[in-house]
């Protein structure tokens, strides 16, 4: 525990702390008394609100439209289910601002929409909730429909022999079994909701603005540091109290079910109400999943002979100091050197969890785990710049700190996939080769590491994929002639011209390509058992 507790202590407590201390702290000590100023303006009270608002509402709507999609992917089996699969998580490991530049391509000025029927819902709040079901309908589909796989079906089938109707038996027996698992995957999307920006900051326009997106603006446009601190803490605080019911909904699930098989669970289609639910589901990710990327790749294609992909290649166009495609290598880079650190601090922490002789305080750090999730990454973005910026570590004009920041995301990724592997080996295996001789390392390499390969492999395709798009942190600490690919498309979104907007599209359409590729390859290494993130 000792590396990944400094690693969080060093590269998140230390910049959170800073920037808050920097925002509250002055010469006559600490303004705690600016708290209740700040959140009592109608402005930050506006924010507020508007922040619980989408996510309730887009939590709501996520579990309408993806609870079917749930049960298909558990109950029913037919052709292309696993290529279907991993087109539903596409967009889950998609970078936000791909998102919401896809959203812009089908529903903004000169989009899809406005091309057909003169139809724009950008700037609206409906453009932010259907980005946010299109960014989370996997969370969903996954949590859910990985446990639903699992549940035996006899005792479902046992309630119609005893009179049941097919409703009344899935509310009595499936529903119950089921809840703790809805409860999860809903303050799941809730957090990752509650915390948005890269899809507010895109689509919402000067009229919606998020907690995330208001400490952005008071950090980096009006230098209101006291401000952004107090946001932070009620983010913070927010989020804690949204972990804390979390674990608890997560370790009911995992010790009140008796689960089976998930091989054995699904069935072809039978009768028309299944095919009529099968279909309503292919029509649902067609419609709200398929159709943006499709757009944006569209969108991307419009210059003729790949204009907007040529023009990538040049500098002439005053928005970076280097090519725009110079974002896909160094983004590559920072990516390969974020999963390994991602990978190191993971997997130590996931190991020394999965000990069963674990202290009540190791158990307890794996909440802290989960908190760079859903704390303001803008405010570790910017608490790099301030914590480490003097000896002994002066990190400021290092590469180093981009893959550091998004380590921090990748990390908690690799422990959610790791440890329920590394729980599951048998311990008798370990002192067996410990009685023969071996030392600890040799242990490790001998029977930890051949039963947890594949999901090492897993673990590190996933921190790869969301270290590429992370964007919060990234924004702030990102070198002018280093952009990352998320932080070149802002910068292209943010500026007047076709020409812009066109690379935009066609730098998200690579960004896109690459996320899948990956994706593509996790599905392959992922385990039959495997039924979540």
Known sequence: MALPVAFFALFFAWPV???????????????????????????IR????????????????????????????????????QVLRAVVTVPFVLPTVVAGSAFLALVGHGG???????????????????AHVFFNYAVVVRTVGGLWAQLDPRQEEAARMLGASPFAAWRKVTLPALG?????????????????????????????STLEVEIYRQT????????????????????????????????RRESALRLVDPRLTARRPRGAGHRALLAG????????LVLPLAVLVRRSLDAPGFGYYRALTRTDGGTFLVAPVHAVWTSLQYAVAATAIAVLIGGLA???????????????????????????????????????????????????????????VGAPFVVRTMLPVLRAVDTRLREAAAVLGASPWRVWREIDLPLVRRALLVAAGFAFAVSLGEFGATVFIARPDNPTLPVAVARLLSRPGDLNYGQAMALSTILMVVCAAALLLLERLRTDRTGEF
Do not use: N, Y
Not at 17 to 43: E, H, M, S, Y
Not at 55 to 69: D, E, G, H, K, V
Not at 112 to 130: C, N, S
Not at 221 to 235: R, S
């Open 46 to 81: 506006h924010v507020l609100w508007f922040t619980t608002w989408q996510a309730l509402a887009s939590t709501a709507l996520t579990l309408l439209l993806a609870l079917p999609a749930a049960f298909v992917f558990a109950r029913l089996d037919f052709p292309g289910k």
């Open 180 to 208: 703790p698992a809805v409860a999860a995957a809903a303050l799941m999307v809730f957090l990752f909701t509650f915390t948005s920006f890269g899809v507010v900051q895109i689509l919402g326009g000067p009229t919606f």
């Open 281 to 288: 589901v292919l029509v649902t990710v067609a419609l709200l």
């Open 220 to 251: 980096s446009e009006v230098f209101d540091l006291t401000t952004a601190a107090v946001l932070t803490l009620v983010q913070f605080a927010a989020v804690g109290a949204i972990l804390g019911v979390h674990a608890w909904t997560v370790r």
């Open 112 to 130: 899809l929409l406005d091309q057909l029927w003169g139809v724009r819902l950008d700037t609206t709040v409906w453009a932010i909730l259907l």
């Open 350 to 408: 996931a190991a020394a969890l999965a000990r069963r002789d674990a202290g009540r305080l190791v158990r307890g750090f794996d909440a802290l785990l989960m908190l760079p999730l859903g704390v303001s990454a803008v405010t570790v973005g910017f608490g790099f710049l301030i914590a480490l910026d003097k000896p002994p570590l002066d990190l400021r004009q290092s590469w180093i700190l981009v893959p550091l920041a998004q380590a921090l």
């Open 17 to 43: 702390a800073a920037i808050v201390a920097r925002g509250l702290k002055t010469d006559g000590g600490w303004q705690f008394g600016r708290i209740a100023d700040v959140v009592t303006q109608p402005d």
